[in-house]
């Protein structure tokens, strides 16, 4: 098994340092407001990583954080007029109930930032007695960037480069403007805990750092997470750790793709930012978890209403390919299961993969009406691969019924649409224009502009 190691720029032979068991720590959410697309992304795609890795025989422990303390929390809770616990145990329920509806399996264990405020003081006290940190005369406590020789190693950035690339508070308590901070200071009237250095709280920074060697160890073998924390989080987190242990922190990094829509970035700012409720309560769990593995974990993903009629259409050769049969569930070697395996095998390449189970329910299909006896062996062995990338867990008549039951149009009221669009453009309201093409995409009616004016297909299963 080879795995791309962000740190080396490489895909290197995976060898855990424990035979047949795996460590593996995945930077969670801040739990200040619903999750978004982008965390389905990184919650979809080390989801994938842990099923495979069982399915290869590994014990792995999966260990993913929840910032439940932070800057952005304490805000969103002022204002709302709620308590910090009431804000975040309520974002912490909706985010389970998201990853619940993508069949996301709970990680192993999901520490929460104030459930080891003692450990993040213990590692800044070793961080101050080493020399790393410092207490500056405000009550905060700094990292000092340039002590640490191996900074900007993940990224591959020298310091001197860092100042116009980095954002920089400007604090004239800090010895040099690169250092970061690893206890606040609270101010009057904000959540605290107590520490050698007064009443505050901790950066976000040294709480991965605590949480992850408290309940891996000093060195782990993969730390995964989005691609936005590379910098400055993941690097502050080697700084902290190796400086703290005197150990390398971590062997493999990994990190998922960005989310983007419609080839833009997401962004509130553009107006095409989805939360995860809000997709899931649009499409079938399914076809967006489906949308979500078909890219390779490190590759930017397009969403799109177009992309999305497209996950579903591939589901449903899936899905029809097993109709009508009782799979067998017991494994079977098969060539199949060998392409899907060095697929996996190659940095979890899930294009590859899937490539393999569409060859596999071709081979379905032919033996439905040549082979009959062989349909139950092929059908198990869709379903049992199909299940290690979590996909094909409803049974085809569920999911076959629950595509045709989508919203249909009747010809008039499609012709109406494609009027009010009309409409729309010419007026040059190209939002209003855009947004019926995507409703009617939704619906898998797919809109053929050309000289000769606008015609339709019905593309939907």
């Not at 002590?147 to 900007?152: I, M, R, S, T, V």
């Not at 949308?291 to 050769?317: F, G, P, Q």
């Not at 079977?332 to 393999?356: K, Q």
């Not at 009221?413 to 947004?435: C, N, P």
Request: net charge negative; glycine share 6%; proline share 4%.
């Amino acid at each position: 098994m080879h795995i791309y190691n962000t740190l080396t720029r490489r895909k290197e032979p995976f060898s855990p340092l424990v035979a047949g068991k795996v460590s593996m720590y995945v930077c969670g959410m801040t739990v200040y407001d619903y999750c978004h697309l982008g965390h389905a992304r990184v919650m979809v795609a080390f989801d994938v990583i842990t099923r495979y890795l069982r399915h290869r025989g590994y014990d792995v422990t999966y260990v993913r954080n929840i910032t439940d303390i932070d800057d952005k929390i304490l805000k969103r809770a002022e204002e709302n007029g709620e308590t910090i616990s009431a804000l975040t145990e309520r974002m912490i329920a909706a985010m389970h109930e998201d990853e619940a509806r993508l069949n996301v399996l709970p990680p192993s264990q999901e520490p929460r930032a104030t459930g080891h405020i003692g450990d993040i003081v213990a590692m800044i006290e070793t961080l101050i007695e080493k020399g790393f940190a410092y207490a500056a005369a405000n009550g905060d406590v700094y990292y000092r960037v340039r002590k640490f020789a191996d900074y900007g190693k993940l990224n591959n950035r020298q310091l001197d480069d860092m100042r116009s690339g980095a954002r920089v508070d400007v604090d004239v308590h800090k010895e040099d403007p690169l250092d970061f901070v690893l206890w606040k200071a609270a101010k009057p009237g904000e959540a605290h805990w107590h520490s050698p250095w007064g009443d505050g709280r901790p950066g976000w920074h040294i709480e991965c750092s605590a949480m992850s060697t408290c309940c891996l160890g000093d060195t782990f073998d993969i730390h995964g997470g989005g691609p936005d924390l590379t910098f400055p989080h993941h690097e502050n987190e080697i700084a902290q750790s190796e400086a703290a242990t005197g150990k390398t922190y971590v062997n493999t990094w990994m990190h998922a793709g960005a989310v983007r829509v419609n080839q833009e970035k997401m962004s509130k700012s553009l107006g095409n930012f989805f939360t995860i409720r809000d997709v899931l309560d649009e499409h079938d769990p399914e076809v967006v978890r489906y949308l979500l593995v078909a890219s390779h974990y490190r590759s930017a993903i397009n969403y799109s209403v177009d992309s999305l009629v497209e996950a579903r259409k591939s589901l449903t050769r899936l899905y029809t390919a097993l109709d009508g049969v009782n799979a067998d569930e017991q494994a079977a070697a098969s060539d199949a299961a060998e392409r899907f395996t060095a697929a996996m095998d190659d940095d979890f390449n899930t294009p590859v993969a899937l490539a393999a189970l569409f060859d596999l329910a071709r081979d379905l299909n032919r033996a439905k009406s040549d082979q009959p006896a062989e349909a139950p062996r092929l059908a198990g062995e869709l379903k049992r691969l199909a299940g290690v990338l979590g996909l094909l867990q409803q049974t085809p008549q569920t999911f076959l019924k629950g595509a045709q039951q989508q919203v249909a149009l009747s010809d008039e009221e499609i012709e109406a649409k494609i009027a009010e669009r009309y409409a729309a453009k010419a007026s040059k309201d190209f939002a209003r224009a855009d947004a019926i093409r995507d409703e009617l995409a939704a619906l898998g009616i797919i809109l053929k502009d050309s000289r000769e004016g606008t015609t339709w297909v019905i593309e939907a299963p």
